[in-house]
């Protein structure tokens, strides 16, 4: 089944500085890539999300790339703030119909102001 | 827009007795509902597929006996936990998809349970 590998579990940045993260996926044919942020004690929120037909995609401050040769994605936030301090989740749909999503291990980004 | 909630979010139990959870998708339509399960500083577990109608389709290891659930309409989906134990108290945080509506998932605030 689908293994999805993320990293750092941990990191730190300073106000203002990028922040990435890193995920690995194993089936070739998962095709939906969300990324979620969960702050303490409340459910994920969805903050951006790319399909396999697309490369790379931009929302503000946050983006996604996604490398389909290498089956691996990240998580790119520009200008970090404060309020940015989470744990994020990306997750990988399984191919074949399914809606199941899998997800990595998470990481907690402290944005040190 | 894509709102889910959850009710309670927080509910104390003693062993023995069986709690249950209610997941709503406020303003749209879900055909298919998710419950995880959440160990703290852990990554989401999914623990059923609840489809409107339908029986639910559970994850290998998760007793459908203990944690049933039942998907009534487009709107409500519920877990009830049973004879819940202390190892049952995690975070359970179910997700909706929108009917007709790509395959993002939108999670509820969560349900923090502790079994005595």
């Known amino acids: 089944g689908e293994n999805v590998e993320q990293h750092p579990s941990t990191l730190s940045v300073q106000e203002g500085d990028s922040a990435v993260i890193k995920c690995t996926y194993s089936?070739?044919?998962?095709?939906?890539f969300p990324w979620y942020k969960q702050e303490l004690g409340k459910g994920p929120q969805l903050i951006i999300d790319?399909?396999?037909?697309?490369g790379e995609k931009k929302d503000q401050r946050i983006a996604v790339t996604l490398n389909k040769t290498a089956k691996h994605f990240s998580l790119h936030i520009t200008e970090t703030q404060p309020e940015d301090s989470a744990v994020y989740f990306c997750?990988?749909?399984?191919?074949?119909?399914?809606?199941?999503?899998?997800f990595g291990k998470g990481t907690k980004l402290t944005v040190n102001p | 827009g894509a709102v889910v909630s959850q009710h309670p979010s927080r509910v104390i139990c003693k062993s023995g007795t069986s709690v249950k959870i209610e997941c709503r998708s406020l303003?749209?339509?879900?055909?298919?509902m998710f419950w995880y399960r959440q160990f703290p500083k852990q990554s989401l577990m999914l623990m059923a597929t609840?489809?409107?109608?339908?029986?639910?389709?559970?994850e290998q290891g998760v007793e459908k006996d203990k944690f049933l659930i039942n998907h009534a309409s487009l709107t409500l989906s519920t877990l009830t936990v049973t004879s819940a134990h202390p190892e049952d108290s995690s975070f359970y945080i179910c997700?909706?998809?929108?009917?007709?509506?790509?395959?993002?998932?939108?999670f509820g605030p969560g349900t923090r349970l502790t079994v005595l």
């Open positions: 997700s909706a998809r929108i009917r007709g509506g790509p395959d993002t998932q939108y």
């Open positions: 089936d070739s044919a998962s095709n939906y």
């Open positions: 790319i399909r396999s037909n697309v």
């Open positions: 997750a990988a749909r399984l191919s074949g119909g399914s809606e199941k999503l899998v």
């Open positions: 303003d749209f339509q879900a055909t298919t």
């Open positions: 609840s489809n409107e109608g339908s029986k639910a389709t559970y």
